[in-house]
Each structure stands twice: as C-alpha cells, then as structure tokens.
C-alpha cells in the first residue's frame, strides 16, 4: 500500500471515528464539518421508510435534538474496513450506541448494535461523508428513553 492510500485509509478512519465523539460530546459545530452540504441518509433500519437527501444542518439539529435531552451517549465504533477508488470512498464499521436517561417508567438504557456503511468524497478541505446508512443488527433495553428525552421526561 502507498502512502497516499495509507493517508486516506487513516483519514477516512479518522472522521467517521469523529461523528461518533463530537455527537458523544456534544459538539455540534465541529460534527457539522464532517459532512458534505447534503447526505444521503438511510436510517431506515431503526426507523422505517426509506433512505433521505437531507441537509448536513437539518440532520446534525435533528441529532442535537435527541442528544441533548439524553444524559448520556457512548458510541464505540470499530472494525473498519475502508475503500477508496480515486476522489470516492466507502467504510464499514460495527457499532454499538448506549443511550443514557435515568426515568421513572422502565430501564435507563438503550443499546444498539449494528453497522455503519459511510459514503465519502475527496474535497479540497479533506475527506467528507455524503452519505450514511445505519443497520441495526440487534438492540438491548428501554427505546422509550429516545421519546422521553426529546419530550424532557
């Protein structure tokens, strides 16, 4: 492998490590730098429907808001295979995501479990994500937790 695929392997690693902690932490500002202006957006596992051309700011508010209202999350992220084929990249990564509300009606976590495939393009400010998809494979305790934060328990 050649330094260059070394540096884009490493890069490309390095900011969809990124979403999870600056979303973990709350860091709004710095998340929004990850993305191109529009992503392709499929949550469609978690959620239904199908997959979305959404705004970078429209769905890092959307984040916010179900972040904010939770006392905690804790995304690990590992096992990431990249690709990359000139100015265009692809990386799979396993993920598991705790959610935290300590609440009076049930558990006060939220465990999923699943896979992460990014989409990401070579821009002149470094690599950005244009799309994303999230599989859920498994899940483990309260989803109430996500309702309840967003409605401030």
Not at 1 to 24: G, K, N, P, V, Y
Not at 114 to 130: F, V
Request: proline share 3%; net charge negative; charged share 20%.
């Amino acid at each position: 492998m050649d330094d260059q695929s070394l540096r884009d392997r490493f890069e490309i690693i390095e900011i969809c490590t990124r979403m999870a902690w600056h979303l973990d932490h709350c860091d709004w500002e710095p998340l929004l730098e990850l993305f191109t202006d529009d992503v392709s957006l499929d949550y469609s596992s978690l959620n239904g429907g199908e997959p979305q051309i959404v705004s970078r700011k429209d769905m890092v508010e959307k984040w916010r808001g179900n972040r904010e209202g939770l006392t905690a999350t804790q995304h690990l992220v590992s096992n990431q295979l990249v690709s990359v084929d000139g100015n265009t990249g692809t990386a799979t990564a396993m993920f598991q995501a705790t959610h935290l509300l300590p609440n009076p009606y049930g558990a006060p976590t939220w465990t999923l479990g699943g896979e992460y495939r990014y989409g990401l393009i070579r821009t002149e400010g470094g690599w950005r994500i244009n799309a994303l998809a999230m599989t859920i494979i498994w899940a483990d305790g309260n989803r109430n937790i996500r309702d309840l934060a967003t409605q401030g328990s």
